[in-house]
């Protein structure tokens, strides 16, 4: 896309996955956006709607640098979930999903922090949003809930997938295995709560636990120790009916 003139109401500085995404997201509305060419800050954004797709350290200097007063007819749009929210014309718009430059975000469930700005949830909404609005940020469980059964398990499927290529299976067919297995666990969770969790350490099997514990050893060490700390805890969770003491 090219870029057009700042008289354009939508703006968007950030090329990467939320940027890429962001930018199909308003094209398939058929609506106009501009791509912030670099070096935009000599001359930013002073209406509309700019939509901050960076590293969370360069949203933080350009709300400290750029926008410490924002302008009376903007409004900016951040997607870094660790940062606070700092002027009632500053939101948070953060994608509770792994993004990249596919993914349509009309699909995708976000966290809308900021004050409860109608002009603006109609904006969010007219154009395809979806979203649970709060008006402060949620304390740090949010994040780390968000990385814990999102990214840790990213890396656990990963894991997952390697180890049964190694015993021989395809890479399609360990993914179909896995993509099954993934599913009807969380669903037996989802229904059940701690009750729905399965296997080796929810039934005692503490030899397997060992096993396969020494076996993850000559392979990581660090995803052995993982094994086996994961194992206890969901032991412990199953005896004492909570996850979280």
Known sequence: MKPIAHDCSIHIAGTGNVGGALADHFVRQDELCEILPTGWESDPPKKGCLFLALPDDEVERVLREIYPVVPPGLRITHFA???????????LLHPFASVNRATDLSRILCLWVGRNDTSFRRFLTEHRFRFIHRTALPGLGYHTAAVIAGNFTQYLYAAGLELLEREGFSEKEADALLEQLVASSISG?????????????????????????????????????????????????????????
């Open 81 to 91: 979930g660790g940062l606070q929210v700092v002027h009632d014309r500053v939101h």
């Open 189 to 245: 969770v989802r229904t059940h709560g701690i009750a729905g969790l399965t296997g080796p350490a929810v039934r005692g099997d503490t030899a397997v636990v060992k096993a396969e514990t020494a076996f993850l050893a000559k392979r990581s060490a660090p995803l052995s120790a993982i094994y086996r700390e994961l194992s206890k805890l969901i032991a412990t969770a199953v005896r004492d009916g909570e996850i979280l003491p």
